[in-house]
Nanobody
């Protein structure tokens, strides 16, 4: 059983930045591709970014050039650096690895 715990969400003004973290409870983390998803009220959960075991990344078109996903296999942690945030980025952000999901962290972009 692997637990994923997100942190780093909060309230930020448009144009601001946040860094989300997702800590895995087990070092089997290194064997999995990881991803960040988000879900805004009334919307379906959508994929934001993925990172493979080897570090290759993919991004949703809506966040390309603004968000960066990275991972630290030594500490079993995946990050999402979010820059130039927009109100449309407001959502609950979830960390995912294989069958496991975190509990989510709220990101609110508002002036």
């Amino acid at each position: 059983q692997v637990q994923l715990v997100e942190s780093g969400g909060g309230l930020v003004q448009p144009g601001g930045s946040l860094r989300l973290s997702c800590a895995a409870s087990s070092n089997i983390f290194i064997f999995y591709n990881m991803a960040w998803y988000r879900q805004a009220p009334g919307n379906q959960r959508e994929l934001v970014a993925t990172i493979t075991k080897g570090g290759s990344t993919l991004y949703a078109d809506s966040v390309k050039g603004r968000f960066t996903i990275s991972r630290d296999n030594t500490n079993s942690t995946v990050y999402l650096q979010m820059n130039t945030l927009k109100p449309d980025d407001t959502a609950v952000y979830y960390c995912n690895g294989d069958q496991w999901w975190g509990q989510g962290t709220q990101v609110t972009v508002s002036s």
